[in-house]
């Protein structure tokens, strides 16, 4: 069985910067494209970012919205997912979500999910 476990959620003000960690299980996801998703107060859920690994190089892919401020990355194994980011907004705050076998496609989603950490970032 497939688990995606997120951590690393929290309250932080604006400008602060907060690491996810998402640890999954119940497969192997060393070929698997893995990301985060975002879902915001009264918003639908979007994509944030992807990372995919083909032989020893890592393929990333941000959300305008966050390009320059977030940096995702796996550790070698392929079973942890981080998302690091930095000059936090509040228009960050959403519930983040881990996500496994995310598509490339438009619109961009996944076959597995973690349950969500939540996310704040007051002004």
């Known amino acids: 069985q497939v688990q995606l476990v997120e951590s690393g959620g929290g309250l932080v003000q604006a400008g602060e910067s907060l690491r996810l960690s998402c640890a999954a299980s119940g497969s192997t996801f060393s070929n698997s494209r893995m990301g985060w998703f975002r879902q915001g107060p009264g918003k639908e859920r979007e994509f944030v970012s992807a990372?995919?690994?083909?032989?020893?190089?890592?393929?990333?892919d941000y959300a305008d919205s966050v390009k320059g401020r977030f940096t995702i990355s796996r550790d070698n194994a392929g079973n942890t997912v981080y998302l690091q980011m930095n000059s936090l907004k509040p228009e960050d705050t959403a519930v983040y979500y881990c996500?496994?076998?995310?598509?490339?496609?438009?619109?961009?989603?996944?076959?597995?999910w973690g349950q969500g950490t939540q996310v704040t970032v007051s002004s």
């Open positions: 990372i995919s690994r083909r032989g020893i190089t890592f393929y990333v």
């Open positions: 996500a496994a076998d995310v598509t490339a496609g438009d619109p961009t989603t996944a076959r597995y």
